[in-house]
């Protein structure tokens, strides 16, 4: 059994955020760039995490872009693929590129960044097996 003193060390040290997902248009760009203001304001470290593949024009700069990665419009363009075929192949795309995204978020991790994973709403419905690989 962890000591109280060692167990509030190894929780200070884990990293904790929001998951932030709703249907398109429902405000998860706006809060999480609202949340990232309030942040520097009481100068709290935060990074967002823009797992959005059909997010573009973001008033905010991602820490972690999954456009980087893969690109909606360019996908939708050389597959033929409508933006939901479009939206699921990017998806797995990522759930196949698992190593890419941990690779980007152990710097946050370790350094106590609060995280916010602004995902599409497809996420929660299209792979949520993508999560149990992370």
């Known amino acids: 059994m962890l000591r109280p003193c060692r167990l509030a060390c190894?929780?200070?040290?884990?990293?904790?955020?929001?998951?932030?997902?709703?249907?398109?248009?429902?405000?998860?760009?706006?809060?999480?760039?609202?949340?990232?203001?309030?942040?520097?304001?009481?100068?709290?470290?935060?990074?967002?995490?823009?797992?959005?593949?059909?997010?573009?024009?973001?008033?905010y700069t991602p820490a972690v872009d999954l456009a980087d990665l893969v690109h909606l419009e360019t996908v939708m363009e050389e597959l033929k693929l409508g933006p939901n075929g479009g939206l699921v192949y990017c998806i797995d795309y990522l759930e196949k590129n698992m190593d890419w995204l941990r690779e980007k978020l152990e710097p946050l991790e370790k350094g106590g960044w609060h995280l916010l994973l602004q995902a599409s709403w497809i996420l929660h419905g299209a792979a949520p097996h993508a999560w149990t690989c992370a």
């Open 10 to 59: 190894r929780l200070a040290a884990m990293p904790f955020g929001q998951v932030v997902i709703g249907p398109p248009g429902s405000g998860k760009t706006t809060y999480c760039a609202a949340l990232q203001r309030y942040c520097a304001t009481i100068q709290r470290p935060v990074a967002i995490v823009n797992l959005d593949p059909a997010n573009e024009n973001l008033p």
